[in-house]
């Protein structure tokens, strides 16, 4: 298995535009979690789904973050209109039901200027 | 609120000693604890883990601790080598029937061995 794929790996925009992150989990997985990381907050969870049903999202920051699990092999996170403060380095992570540890994929460094 | 904390940004040891890397959490409900180590430009991994009814873990040079009391534990590594140099990332979680690996994160403690 490939592992957890993301892509990009780095995306650069310009304020007030949008950004789509994609993430594809590894296979068999149930659990399929998103992560930022920032030198203030250190890895924070913002969403994780279930079977592709989202179950909290209470780590989403604003209205401007979206989530999306279209069926079980592909998720996006969306940003928009997109902020210089939410440059950071986003992960994706799968995990399977009973098992105890995320698999985390690359993770898509993300820059607005 | 940091329900779990690491609070040694950073670790610099010599090649050959023993690292520790301490974590502290807050919430008592969490009963299954991990260490991730993280390199530059890429994901965290998965090291090692504990779950809350043992106090020790052990897997070739790496052996975690948890002092359920005190809420604190910390991941040995012995001999340190060079490659263990990267970003250890304790996490938490409480395992219930849909929380699967619902992980919470410390800030990370950069460990530096020196050769």
């Known amino acids: 298995d490939a592992g957890v794929i993301q892509s990009p790996r780095h995306e650069v925009t310009e304020m007030g535009q949008e950004v789509t992150l994609r993430c594809k989990p590894i296979s068999g997985h149930d659990y399929l979690f998103w992560y930022r990381q920032t030198m203030m907050r250190g890895l924070e969870l913002l969403i994780y789904?279930?079977?592709?049903?989202?179950?909290?999202d209470s780590g989403m920051p604003e209205d401007r973050f979206s989530a999306k699990m279209p069926n079980a092999s592909f998720s996006t996170l969306k940003i928009q209109p997109s902020e210089p403060r939410d440059s950071a380095v986003y992960f994706c992570?799968?995990?399977?039901?009973?098992?105890?540890?995320?698999?985390f994929g690359q993770g898509t460094r993300l820059t607005v200027v | 609120d940091q329900q779990v904390k690491q609070n040694s940004p950073s670790l610099s040891v010599q090649e050959g000693r023993i690292s520790i890397l301490n974590c502290d959490y807050t919430n008592s409900m969490f009963d299954y604890f991990l260490w991730y180590k993280k390199y530059p430009a890429e994901g965290p991994t998965f090291l090692i883990s504990i779950s809350s009814i043992k106090d020790k873990n052990e897997d070739g040079r790496f052996t975690v601790f948890l002092n359920k009391s005190a809420k604190h534990l910390s991941l040995h590594i012995v001999p340190s080598q060079p490659g263990d140099s990267a970003v250890y990332f304790c996490a938490a979680k409480v395992r219930t029937e849909t929380s699967g690996s619902r992980l919470t994160f410390g800030e990370g403690t950069q460990l530096t061995v020196n050769p």
């Open positions: 789904f279930n079977n592709n049903v989202p179950i909290d």
């Open positions: 992570a799968s995990g399977p039901r009973r098992d105890t540890e995320a698999f």
